[in-house]
């Protein structure tokens, strides 16, 4: 099975665990449970499946949150949602009750074997089986690695002077020389999915989460390597984090489909958008700064005015294979996109042409050669004028932007590559993937420098 295909899986196996209490059963009469009812086992995950697009922290309807047992009890504008033992005096259960009830709203109702849980569980006290956190790290107790986690990101600082690279509830900063580790930043996410410095490069932005459970943004600070702010955004992971060009704001999409732009530094909440429909697993912003460009597994690159929140344009018109990377091309107002179809675009951002019913993509400016599978990262040269893709297989290809010729190969032999980075100077490329070591190569040869773990690896003897 290839590097994408087992992630994929793995993701499918996180959902298919985390809807199981709230698929939808069977019509008929709804029997009643053999024994307690599992807040953490049975209520949670149909509050998530179905409640928690309006509950949760970007987006608290009735200032209600429902992404975790706190929030329920505290309640929102009427007081706590539930009233253990006394279901028919509890806001949660009379909501989504009766033949036309009032939540979800605008959504199917919950069935009627969902609506029973409920009830039953609020009349059996409504009570909190949710597990101790088993996992927990800080800085003075930091994961313990047998063996080197995945790598999601990478991120060269812009002095070119550190590299930051994701690891398990950490990032870690390294001396690019491969030389050791100058810190780790260990945080509350279990997956770092994204990084990105300030264009200034005094803070490090980082999303992802914990898969299904919390989506959280963080920024550090790269003088002390203190966590600035962090903000739970989101139910489940984040992606495809950028900071605006004068730094004053980051963007990040979601596997809620929806894409947020959080102030920099205290990570207030300025949009939500919500016209995708599929994960978001890009962002970045024009080069005035007011529009920013999203890319999703919908198969969508969409423009969106900041200031408004509004939708803009679609960039694309063929709805090729979902979108899996984005990045914008250094001082211009174009942005390479690449996905499912192992196809790499360069598109203008703003329509040029005006367009008519033959759905041609008039935005189109190059299709660069098809890759060996699945692309999952890439990355413009600091110039402009090359880009590098990366996805499934064992190598990453650099590309000529002015007429997409090939300009060098670079054997990774990872199983599969999801994060690239250039140097500052655009001499060194940074990849790293499946088998959980970052390769630095020279960018012009394609020749391979160092290869290291960037994560401390214990063995059998420590």
């Given at each position: 099975m290839n590097a994408t295909l087992l992630r994929s899986a793995?993701?499918?196996?996180?959902?298919?665990?985390?809807?199981?209490?709230?698929?939808?059963?069977?019509?008929?009469?709804?029997?009643?449970?053999?024994?307690?009812?599992?807040?953490?086992?049975?209520?949670?995950?149909?509050?998530?499946?179905?409640?928690?697009?309006?509950?949760?922290?970007?987006?608290?309807?009735?200032?209600?949150?429902?992404?975790?047992?706190?929030?329920?009890?505290?309640?929102?504008?009427?007081?706590?949602?539930?009233?253990?033992?006394?279901?028919d005096q509890s806001p949660l259960v009379s909501y989504i009750s009766g033949k036309e009830p009032k939540m979800p709203k605008n959504q199917p109702p919950l069935t009627s074997q969902q609506v029973a849980l409920i009830r039953i569980w609020v009349a059996q006290g409504a009570k909190d089986d949710t597990p101790a956190q088993a996992e927990t790290f800080d800085a003075a107790h930091p994961p313990v690695y047998s063996a080197p986690p995945v790598i999601s990101a990478v991120a060269y600082s812009p002095d070119g002077q550190t590299l930051a690279v994701s690891g398990y509830h950490e990032i870690l900063l390294q001396h690019p020389d491969g030389s050791g580790l100058i810190a780790r930043l260990v945080g509350h996410s279990q997956r770092i999915e994204s990084l990105a410095y300030s264009p200034d490069g005094k803070l490090l932005a980082a999303v992802g989460g914990n898969p299904a459970r919390s989506g959280e943004a963080q920024l550090w600070d790269t003088a002390k390597n203190d966590l600035v702010k962090s903000n739970v955004a989101s139910y489940d992971d984040l992606y495809g984090v950028s900071f605006s060009p004068d730094g004053k704001q980051i963007a990040f999409g979601g596997a809620d489909k929806s894409v947020r732009v959080l102030t920099v530094p205290d990570l207030t909440p300025v949009i939500k958008f919500d016209n995708h429909s599929d994960w978001v697993f890009g962002t970045t912003f024009c080069v005035d700064g007011k529009h920013l460009v999203s890319a999703s597994r919908d198969k969508a690159l969409k423009l969106i005015e900041v200031a408004t929140n509004s939708f803009i344009d679609d960039i694309n018109y063929q709805p090729y294979d979902g979108w899996r990377c984005l990045a914008r091309r250094p001082k211009a107002d174009q942005i390479a996109a690449a996905g499912l179809d192992g196809v790499s675009r360069l598109y203008q951002i703003f329509k040029a042409k005006a367009r008519t019913m033959n759905r041609e993509d008039y935005n189109l400016v190059l299709a660069f050669e098809k890759q060996p599978g699945v692309v999952n990262a890439l990355a413009f040269n600091p110039d402009g004028s090359k880009i590098a893709f990366g996805g499934d297989g064992d190598e990453c290809r650099v590309y000529n932007v002015s007429d997409g010729s090939r300009a060098a190969t670079l054997k990774t032999n990872s199983g599969g590559t999801f994060a690239l980075a250039w140097s500052p100077n655009g001499r060194e490329i940074a990849a790293g993937g499946f088998d959980g070591l970052l390769r630095i190569f020279d960018a012009a040869s394609g020749n391979m420098i160092r290869s290291f773990s960037p994560v401390p690896v214990r063995t059998a003897r420590q």
């Open positions: 793995l993701w499918a196996w996180i959902g298919l665990a985390v809807g199981l209490g709230a698929v939808a059963a069977a019509p008929g009469k709804a029997k009643p449970p053999a024994g307690p009812v599992s807040f953490h086992k049975q209520i949670h995950p149909i509050l998530q499946r179905r409640c928690q697009g309006c509950h949760q922290p970007a987006s608290l309807g009735g200032k209600l949150l429902l992404t975790d047992y706190a929030g329920l009890q505290k309640g929102g504008e009427h007081g706590s949602a539930v009233r253990p033992s006394k279901p």
